[in-house]
């Protein structure tokens, strides 16, 4: 993999590679574009294939938040970590602060919080070496709450204008993944009377939902095979990809998790298969805005009324992408350009 090239070909600004063998740290810290502001977004712990699968998600991701600050209208740049191992692992302390120590490193010009894997209690540790991380624990905490209330806005909003009517009661919601998030959203959900089948890795998970929720239990791989509705994925990415394409029986796709498109040129089959497709970057912005309400020193609910702009947001990106017969992720990729692009001329870059 030629690192300077594949950074290129997305306009990444840097790529922070270090290591603490003998705290099992391997961090990876992707910086996209810092024109808006300092670059912000969470920390992934996962155990990766290979170091090339490592970077290549810390720099997908990092590009999402670019995309998911500008659409949302705040003043940050997009950046994204990775730590490459077992997130099961019970002595997290030495790992979280080898990560502090990587984040301190770039003086600010990227903030973390938590993400797939890590939690408000792991930030504790990271912020033992650097003040650059929210989501602690005392101030916005998990923000699953929040990102659950944008894409439950966001499905609502797709609703209004595939149907003409934002109303999710009797509608029927095929809900993969049902970590924090996808609970919070099932929880929404169920509170408007929608109809759910869902699915988890996690048994205990599923049984909770269905128990909590009068849900309809699923298999992890027949929920492509589900007619529904609404397909809401909201766990890993790619799950929109040439083989689940030919299953998906829905007639919109928005969920919470990020990269859902497995390559762009699903956003395209999509809309030549007229599903409607809620771009993930912008729907799952509630936990961006409920960090950034952390350090502006917002409350809960602030941040919860500044989610509700996805509904609007999402009605302006389906209506621009109608208008000129595009896809829905190439309609939003084009509005957080320009705001990127606009940004650029007043200042070059967070140092």
């Known amino acids: 993999m030629e690192l300077f090239d594949l950074m290129s070909e997305k306009n990444h600004e840097q790529l922070v590679l270090w290591n603490e063998p003998e705290f099992g740290y391997r961090g990876i810290i992707a910086i996209h574009d810092t024109s808006l502001g300092p670059a912000l977004g969470g920390t992934r712990f996962w155990q990766y294939e290979s170091d090339d699968a490592a970077v290549l998600d810390a720099l997908r991701l990092a590009r999402g938040m670019t995309y998911k600050a500008a659409i ?3 003043n940050l740049g997009g950046g994204k970590s990775v730590i490459w191992g077992d997130n099961k692992r019970v002595d997290r302390e ?3 602060r080898a990560h502090g120590r990587a984040v301190e490193s770039l003086g600010g010009r990227y903030i973390t919080a938590e993400d797939v894997g890590t939690s408000p209690d792991d930030m504790e540790f990271v912020r033992m070496e650097t003040e650059h ?11 699953s709450p929040v990102t659950a209330y944008g894409v439950y806005q966001g499905i609502k909003a797709a609703a209004a204008f ?4 934002d109303s999710l009661e009797g509608r029927h919601v095929a809900v993969q993944g049902l970590g924090h998030v996808g609970y ?7 509170a408007e009377g929608a109809r759910l089948s869902v699915t ?3 048994a205990d998970r599923v049984r909770r939902v269905v128990e909590e929720f009068d849900a309809t239990a699923v298999d992890t791989d027949d929920i492509y095979d589900v007619d529904a509705d609404i397909f809401a994925p909201c766990a890993l990415g790619a799950v929109v990809n040439d083989d689940t394409l030919e299953r998906l029986s829905v007639e919109v796709v928005a969920g919470a ?9 699903h956003g395209q089959e999509l809309h030549a298969r007229n599903i409607l497709y809620a771009p993930d970057y912008v729907i799952n912005a509630g936990g961006l805005i409920n960090v950034y309400g952390e350090m502006n020193d917002w409350g809960t609910e602030r941040s919860k009324r500044k989610a509700t702009d996805i509904y609007r947001t999402l009605l302006r990106i389906f209506e621009h992408a109608e208008a000129e017969d595009l896809p829905t992720n190439e309609a939003a990729d084009a509005v957080a350009e320009q705001r990127v692009l606009a940004a650029r001329h007043l200042q070059r870059s967070w140092v």
Request: hydrophobic share 45%; proline share 2%.
């Open 257 to 265: 998790a990020n990269n859902i498109l497995a390559l762009s040129h």
């Open 72 to 74: 949302t209208g705040l």
């Open 94 to 96: 030495m790992v979280f």
């Open 184 to 190: 919070h959203l099932c929880e929404d959900l169920a």
């Open 133 to 143: 991380v929210v989501g602690v624990l005392g101030r916005s905490g998990d923000p």
């Open 200 to 202: 988890d890795i996690d």
């Open 162 to 165: 595939r149907w003409d009517d």
